[in-house]
């Protein structure tokens, strides 16, 4: 595979801060991003021939959101909760910190605390569920209604409605 | 008083008990169509409530690339540069001593294997599986019939997730894993203990550089109890030469 005299060398320059900090942006860490910015680069330079002489950012958006979502569903959904093992870090060995001991009582307070919030999301309707959901996992109103397919207005007043819902069972003043 | 650590835990529920309900997430290629809006109105809604249910993917989906730019110091982005590079497949330099009685055939033979080259390189393209990465579930050795019939991963993913599963052998406290390259006896990578999870089952994220020779490849799951530990699974995987 050659980088030489055809362009692609400039444009690697041009735009590999930009798709290194569009995955910083997406919450990736620093090595991670460096190393899927280079899986980028490397498929675009796969197709690199076929488009000599167009504008390659459309190309490049597309393949770094293609490997961001690779990326994100094998590594943290596809296979839920199994235990992952990084051949990068076979070394590595978190100590952390014990927690402060917690009392009979806290335990049972925090378990009650979580068990009426899940009841109270639950009795929620579907659409406020979503809306709520996408929004406390950081997607924007914009984001939001684009993945839901829904009005913007539709996504601000579920989410206002589900709030003063979860209050009002939650018991707890605005 | 409801704390983030609270709604980190509920909303964690939440989505456990949403994808015990719905298959895997949608693939790739799907979440792009959605994106694109190209995908028929079943078929939208169908990506669209697998991505309520891993929301981790629809926040994916739905960042933007930034439109402006800020560089990186020259320095970092030489170095960077540099690094891309040497992850290119080397060229090799063409043997420059041919004698001329070999010459004709030389070319014939060169002509021939270029075109064959190309025929074989579109036909291989055009069923090729657009792939990064690639996943696998393992099965052990004795219930696929042996090394013979070992799993073969994607010649062209970038990095595979092995699922290896716990069958059968639920009396462990911890259990390990090792892998051994292409005959080798001794493991060229270790784990450490791993708990069991409720899944019954551990992923290995391994870069694609790490299966470099071609080869049959073993993943072996030990149990771990007493200070001891017994050899439970053999989990063959093949990788193909270039």
Redo the contacts between chains.
Sequence with gaps: ???GGDGF?ET???Y???????YR??RISDDES?DL???T???L?EHWSSIRGEDPWPFL??I?????????????????????????D?EI?IDLPAPPEQTYEDRED?RR??EL??RA??ELSKGQ??CL??R?????YE??Q????ITLDAVKSRIRDAKRQLRER?G?KS | ??RKD??E???A????EE?EGVA??P??EE??AF?QGSLSPEE?ERV?LL??A??????????P??E?????PAAE?DR??M???Q???R?REPSRVLLFWKASAALAAALAIAFGGLLWQARRDLGRPH???D?RLLEPDGQRGGAEAALTIAPYS??C?L?VPIIGASGYEDYR?DIHGPGQRSAV????V??R???D???????RR?LASPGTYQVVLYGVRGGGEERLATYSLRVPGD
């Design positions: 595979m050659s980088t060398e690697y320059r041009k590999y801060a930009r798709v290194w900090r569009y942006s997406c460096h910015a280079q899986d680069f490397k498929r330079l958006k597309q770094a959101k293609s490997v961001l979502l690779n990326y994100i569903r094998a590594t943290k959904t596809q296979k839920r909760a199994a235990t992952t093992v990084t051949l990068d076979p060995v925090e605390r979580r919030l899940h999301f639950r569920q979503a959901r996408l406390l996992n950081d997607l924007s984001e939001i684009k993945t839901l397919g939650l707890e | 008083m409801i609270d709604w835990v509920v909303l529920r939440v989505s456990a994808r895997l997430p693939t790739t979440m792009l994106d939208t669209r991505l309520i891993y929301p981790e993917l629809a926040r994916a989906l739905a960042h690339l930034p402006d730019d800020e560089p990186l982005l960077r540069w690094e891309f590079q992850t290119l497949p060229r792939v990064i990465g996943e970038d990095w997730l699922t894993l990578w270790r784990s450490g791993l708990s999870r409720s899944n089952a551990f992923s290995i994220v391994v870069p790490f």
